[in-house]
């Protein structure tokens, strides 16, 4: 256990979002060479990042019909 972790203060947390922030802005062959590890477990790091608006969109594109004045698209 490290210095930080005996005086009760956890990192792990902070250290994924950091990581997932990272794998979100780079490229994985960048986030590998940055954080010195594997590409393939920067590639884990990216897939886990990346986000699906897929969901957002459809919702958000069905309350805009919802709400549109008669005659406008």
């Known amino acids: 256990?490290?210095?930080?972790?005996?005086q009760g203060v956890h990192t792990r947390a902070a250290r994924?979002?950091?990581?997932?922030?990272?794998a979100?802005?780079?490229p994985a062959r960048?986030?590998?060479?940055?954080l010195?590890?594997?590409?393939?477990?920067?590639?884990k790091w990216v897939?886990?990042?990346q986000r699906d608006w897929?969901?957002?969109l459809t919702a958000r594109a069905a309350s805009l019909?919802?709400?549109a004045e008669p005659g406008r698209p």
């Open 36 to 43: 010195d590890v594997h590409v393939h477990t920067a590639l």
């Open 47 to 49: 897939r886990r990042a």
């Open 1 to 6: 256990m490290s210095h930080v972790g005996r």
């Open 16 to 22: 994924t979002a950091a990581l997932i922030t990272l």
């Open 24 to 26: 979100t802005d780079l």
């Open 65 to 67: 019909a919802d709400t």
């Open 54 to 56: 897929t969901t957002y």
């Open 30 to 34: 960048v986030l590998a060479d940055l």
